[in-house]
């Protein structure tokens, strides 16, 4: 279910207004809440991986190692016999506390704590028609994020430095708004030939692209020379949407979305 909350009201209202107390809940944490580190694991055993994973991170947090909670993910190559890339991800032990503390004021049963590649993987996931895989560039105020899965597997996400907030203010110089624009294309392209070269991943069959806020028509423009299908996400595609929540509102909710599909698949 998805619910928006209006100006006046905390998630704790929504939820009690709509009687969804007792119903599980799945966190996301925001991505400063949390490090993504590669790591080289060699083959030891999964019991050993966590521990080790800590050894080799402590020196990389940006917090004691004593205070993180991690947590070990692979990552396989699509073709050819090269070693799968392990990552860690690594918050702090207080933080996720919070979080679930958070769920126990609003009446929600905490089952799992998430991270947002993983939320926006899911969504992904639903697009299961697409056979080379599927991109996602999502758009938020301050910045994004472009993640590209293939059959259930998540071979990269990649963070834009270029958000809704800087395209809005590009519509008042128009050479600013095609710097942006060309720094947002090329980042595409670079994480396609990264997914190609690291991965042995051949080009995904379209680019799905969800803008949080009042929607920049230039951007489309731009990513169309890009060698895929480029066009907007519209979750309705593969989701029912209640007729009464706006589109901008779905892609507002994209991560709260994903992050309600998870499974135990990573």
């Known amino acids: 279910m998805l619910f928006v909350a209006t100006d006046e009201e905390s998630p704790s209202d929504v939820i009690k207004r709509q009687g969804c107390q007792k119903l599980d809940v799945v966190s996301i944490l925001s991505p400063s809440d949390y490090q993504l580190v590669q790591l080289d694991l060699a083959e030891l055993p999964q019991d050993e991986k966590r521990e080790a994973a800590r050894w080799q991170i402590r020196d990389l947090l940006e917090f004691p190692v004593e205070e993180a909670v991690i947590d070990v993910f692979q990552v396989t190559p699509f073709g050819g016999d090269r070693r799968p890339t392990e990552f860690a991800v690594a918050a702090k032990r207080s933080m ?27 969504i992904a996931e639903l697009f299961q028609g697409d056979e080379r895989g599927t991109a996602i560039l999502y758009l938020e105020e301050q910045g994004g994020m472009l993640t590209i899965v293939r059959e259930g597997v998540q071979y990269v996400t990649r963070y834009l430095g270029v958000g809704m907030k800087d395209l809005r203010a590009g519509r008042e110089d128009a050479e600013l708004l095609q710097r942006q624009l060309e720094a947002i294309v090329l980042e595409v392209q670079r994480t396609f030939d990264y997914c190609e070269s690291g991965f042995q991943l051949p080009l995904v069959s379209r680019l799905l692209v969800a803008q949080t806020t009042q929607g920049v028509t230039e951007l489309l423009s731009a990513l169309a020379d890009l060698p895929t299908h480029v066009e907007e996400l519209r979750l309705s595609e593969v989701m029912a949407i209640p007729d009464d929540i706006a589109p901008i509102e779905v892609s507002r909710s994209l991560i709260a979305i994903g992050g309600a599909l998870r499974r135990e698949h990573h």
């Open 96 to 122: 996720l506390k919070h979080y679930i503390e958070l769920a126990g004021q609003a009446e929600l049963v905490p089952v799992a704590i998430d991270i947002a590649e993983f939320a926006l993987r899911n």
